[in-house]
């Protein structure tokens, strides 16, 4: 089980932490798996990728973490290492660090596809995200996406500086309010009897574990890509940074 430190805030770089196991190679051309006591790694889900960094240990060496990724449940948190890397020994301490250029740029996309959320009122069938785009798919006919109102909505939206804060209700509260799950294909992290959800001021409150950004005039300008059909209930919009 390790201390999601990232859920406690986003914008933390680094820690130190103990060694808590470390997994043999899943498969060949991979590299050890790394627990640790806490992190400030995000672990790929909900659209999101995992972090990656470094570890660095005692004795000056840095290893590589190429992917971070669940293990089993919602708490263990597995840092892969580069193939062919000595891993550390469980019981050592380590400083873990993030490539925060990297997470920041995710922040921004996440918290800009919550935006996404209050700009096209329909289900949200799907969505992913990546250094340098975004999407949302919606269950919504094709004609009713405007791509210059979308994108017009996203930059008053981000330009207003929005508050974004997080707060937990329990699994009971969750299934007592199923309208707060706003997309369809992924399910609330669940796990550990409460759910993380995301609100962003006046506009958008839903579960959602990953990390964003304080504010949105933190994201800075968007534009809308494009706009196409992926089947009949999944319209993608996809978004970029002006930038």
Same mark, same amino acid.
């Given at each position: 089980?390790?201390?999601?430190?990232?859920?406690?805030? %986003?914008?933390?770089?680094r820690?130190?932490?103990?060694?808590? %196991?470390?997994?043999? @190679?899943a *498969?060949?051309?991979?590299?050890?798996?790394?627990?640790?006591?806490?992190?400030?790694?995000?672990?790929?889900?909900?659209?999101? @990728?995992?972090?990656?960094?470094?570890?660095?240990?005692?004795?000056?060496?840095?290893?590589?973490?190429?992917?971070?990724?669940? $293990?089993?449940?919602?708490t263990?948190?597995?840092?892969?290492?580069?193939?062919?890397?000595?891993?550390?020994?469980?019981g050592?301490?380590? #400083?873990? #660090?993030?490539?925060? =250029?990297?997470?920041?740029?995710?922040?921004?996309?996440?918290?800009?596809?919550h935006?996404?959320?209050?700009?096209?009122?329909?289900?949200?069938? $799907?969505?992913?995200? *990546? =250094?340098?785009?975004?999407?949302?798919d919606?269950?919504?006919?094709? =004609?009713?996406?405007?791509?210059? *109102? &979308?994108?017009?909505?996203?930059? %008053? +939206?981000? !330009?207003?500086?929005? %508050?974004?804060?997080?707060?937990?209700?329990s699994? !009971?509260?969750?299934?007592?309010?199923?309208?707060?799950?706003?997309?369809?294909?992924?399910?609330?992290?669940?796990?550990?009897?409460?759910?993380?959800? +995301?609100?962003? !001021?006046? &506009?958008? +409150?839903?579960?959602?574990?990953?990390?964003?950004?304080?504010?949105?005039? =933190? &994201?800075?300008?968007?534009?809308? *890509?494009?706009?196409?059909? #992926?089947?009949?209930?999944n319209?993608?919009?996809?978004?970029?940074?002006?930038?």
């Amino acid at each position: 089980m390790s201390r999601a430190l990232f859920r406690e805030d %986003a914008y933390l770089r680094r820690c130190t932490a103990r060694v808590d %196991a470390v997994h043999a @190679p899943a *498969a060949e051309g991979q590299g050890h798996a790394v627990e640790l006591e806490a992190t400030v790694f995000y672990p790929t889900g909900g659209g999101q @990728p995992g972090d990656t960094g470094v570890l660095r240990l005692a004795d000056g060496r840095e290893l590589r973490v190429t992917d971070t990724r669940k $293990g089993e449940g919602e708490t263990q948190i597995l840092h892969l290492l580069e193939p062919g890397a000595a891993p550390p020994a469980p019981g050592d301490s380590v #400083e873990a #660090e993030i490539d925060w =250029e990297r997470r920041h740029r995710l922040m921004r996309f996440h918290t800009a596809l919550h935006l996404l959320c209050a700009a096209v009122p329909a289900p949200v069938t $799907g969505g992913r995200m *990546a =250094e340098d785009k975004a999407h949302l798919d919606f269950d919504i006919e094709m =004609e009713k996406l405007d791509k210059d *109102a &979308i994108e017009a909505k996203l930059n %008053a +939206l981000a !330009a207003a500086g929005l %508050a974004c804060s997080a707060r937990w209700i329990s699994d !009971a509260e969750l299934d007592a309010n199923p309208q707060l799950v706003r997309t369809m294909s992924v399910a609330p992290p669940r796990g550990t009897g409460e759910v993380r959800l +995301l609100e962003v !001021a006046g &506009i958008d +409150l839903q579960p959602c574990g990953g990390t964003h950004v304080r504010n949105t005039a =933190e &994201i800075g300008r968007l534009q809308v *890509a494009r706009i196409r059909s #992926e089947g009949k209930r999944n319209k993608r919009v996809t978004l970029v940074f002006a930038d």
